[in-house]
């Protein structure tokens, strides 16, 4: 099946506040977070490259020793094992980010 919908994408809850969508191909994985308000994203790395997007809402997004307030039109790459954080703002955030190579424990 090559078209979907993101209503039909698996969801899985990561964190109290912070849920996922997820479509997997072969070789990536895009994933839709979805971010309460005051919900937080613990500091963790995995050996995945990871590319992001805020689509809605403010992010406090943390890379390595980097942390900056990201909004929608802001984007991010994160190398293989790099630790990262998140805590969502007020508004809360929904981000879309893509995985490579998959990511198994998502799909």
Do not use: C, N
Request: charged share 25%.
């Amino acid at each position: 099946m090559y078209h979907h919908t993101i209503e039909d994408f698996k969801e899985i809850s990561l964190a109290p506040g912070v849920d996922i969508k997820s479509l997997t191909g072969e070789k990536m994985s895009m994933v839709i977070f979805y971010i309460a308000p005051g919900s937080d994203i613990p500091e963790h790395s995995h050996p995945h490259e990871q590319m992001g997007t805020v689509l809605k809402g403010a992010l406090e997004l943390t890379i390595g020793d980097e942390k900056k307030v990201v909004r929608p039109g802001d984007a991010w790459r994160i190398p293989s094992d790099v630790a990262h954080s998140g805590h969502s703002l007020d508004e809360g955030a929904e981000v879309l980010e893509f995985f490579s190579p998959v990511r198994e424990d998502y799909s």
